[in-house]
Nanobody
Framework: VQLQASGGGLVQAGGSLRLSCAAS????????IGWFRQAPGKEREFVAG????????VYADSVKGRFTISRADAKNAVYLQMNSLTPEDTAIYYC???????????????????WGKGTLVTVSS
């Protein structure tokens, strides 16, 4: 499985960015795609997740109402639309995949098997 995140950049506080995660090389019956981020000096944290087949989504409390995760089946891509960005959103953003989905719980970060290289998002104040 190959994942490639893109779309990062420098944006002013209050601005928006859309990150893309291009996925290829998997033949699983189902897959969960997650976005994570890691700020300088901080641990990696979960941002948002989406179930590929059913479209269920989940968000970290810190981004609810500001970020939206979506998928484009034809492009095998997952997007993260980020609005109302703040300097606290500055981080390297990664997309990751795991080959299962459960309606009862979402995968923990340690359970994601495949990780792409990150894309840097910098929000200036």
């Amino acid at each position: 499985v190959q994942l490639q995140a893109s779309g990062g950049g420098l944006v002013q506080a209050g601005g928006s960015l859309r990150l893309s995660c291009a996925a290829s090389g998997y033949t699983f019956d189902d897959v969960t795609i997650g976005w994570f981020r890691q700020a300088p000096g901080k641990e990696r944290e979960f941002v948002a997740g989406i179930n590929w087949s059913g479209g269920s989504t989940v968000y970290a409390d810190s981004v609810k109402g500001r970020f939206t995760i979506s998928r484009a089946d034809a492009k095998n891509a997952v997007y993260l639309q980020m609005n109302s960005l703040t300097p606290e959103d500055t981080a390297i953003y990664y997309c990751a995949a795991v080959s299962w989905f459960s309606s009862s719980r979402w995968p923990t970060s340690d359970e994601y098997d495949y990780w792409g290289k990150g894309t840097l998002v910098t929000v200036s104040s």
